[in-house]
């Protein structure tokens, strides 16, 4: 509705954006290096991060960045994931009907990888979302995986992605030192900052084929102090305030129409 109004082709703030016009803060542009780096050398990944602050995007950046090529991508995101469905998740996407006991399971994937980076010379990469979701068994698991040819090298690059607690309250514990002493590379998704964030409300309004000044440097100040530098809230307030805008007949968005928007368009947690 508000994309005619302000001459837009594209919904700037939509979750469908292409990954190449995402915008790309440093310390993304820094994890999306050390993923390629995971993924040429088979290691093991942990990439934690807040609630909305881009672990969707880092992952759709991520896969698009991998060539057909070289490599093969697995992803799986599932909150009651056990180690069997884990390997019957894995074994599907290769088209593989998996067995049914978890070590006859497992032997089917190191077999299925070996022919792909024999014959097919590809590397397999596994992306777990939701990774804060998992039980012990399952991370336990990931140690069995790895531990390959007795412990020579892995078969596969496997990162997991989810929330903070995901590191604070799981892989800290002493509980899962073995699985820990495994992990190659941790990273961390930040906020983005002050100035990051004008650049990313300016990149999704450019990928929108927006050429107006639609935000003052006040409304940028103030979705910035509510959002936190979150992307998902900063979407949000955003999308809120274009529409409100839009059906007030405003070009031109100051900060007092964010205030207004957040206190009472946002539904309760939006703006948390």
């Known amino acids: 509705m508000y994309e005619r109004f302000f001459e837009m082709s594209h919904s700037p703030f939509a979750r469908d954006i292409p990954p190449e016009s995402m915008y790309e803060s440093k310390n993304m542009e820094e994890v999306l290096a050390r993923l390629g780096y995971v993924a040429d050398r ?9 609630a ?24 799986l995101s599932d909150s009651k994931l056990t180690p069997r469905w884990f390997y019957k998740g894995l074994l599907d996407q290769l088209g593989v009907e998996s067995k049914f006991y978890r070590g006859d399971a497992k032997r089917q994937l190191q077999k299925e990888i070996e022919i792909i980076r024999g014959i097919e010379g590809k590397r397999v ?42 590191w604070d309250e ?27 964030t004008e650049q990313y409300i300016c990149a999704h309004l450019g990928y929108a ?44 968005i100051d900060d007092h129409e964010i205030t207004f928007v957040v206190e009472h368009e946002m539904l309760g947690g939006d703006a948390a």
């Open 209 to 252: 084929g927006c050429t107006q000044e639609l935000f003052t440097g006040r409304a940028l100040d103030e979705i910035f102090k509510v959002s936190r530098g979150i992307p998902r809230v900063i979407n949000r307030i955003c999308e809120k305030a274009l529409m409100y805008a839009c059906q007030n007949g405003h070009k031109l």
């Open 125 to 166: 990469v596994c992306v777990l979302d939701e990774a804060h979701l998992l039980e012990k068994e399952t991370i336990e698991e990931f140690r069995f995986l790895l531990n390959y040819r007795f412990d020579s090298m892995s078969p596969l690059a496997l990162i997991l992605v989810g929330q903070t607690e995901l």
């Open 42 to 50: 088979q290691l093991f990944a942990v990439v934690t991060a807040d």
């Open 170 to 196: 799981k892989l800290r514990l002493k509980r899962y030192s073995a699985v820990r002493q495994r992990i190659d590379i941790n990273c961390v998704l930040t906020h983005l900052d002050r100035a990051e």
């Open 52 to 75: 909305g602050c881009g672990k969707s995007t880092l992952i759709r950046k991520f896969a698009a960045s991998l060539s057909k090529e070289k490599y093969i991508l697995l992803y």
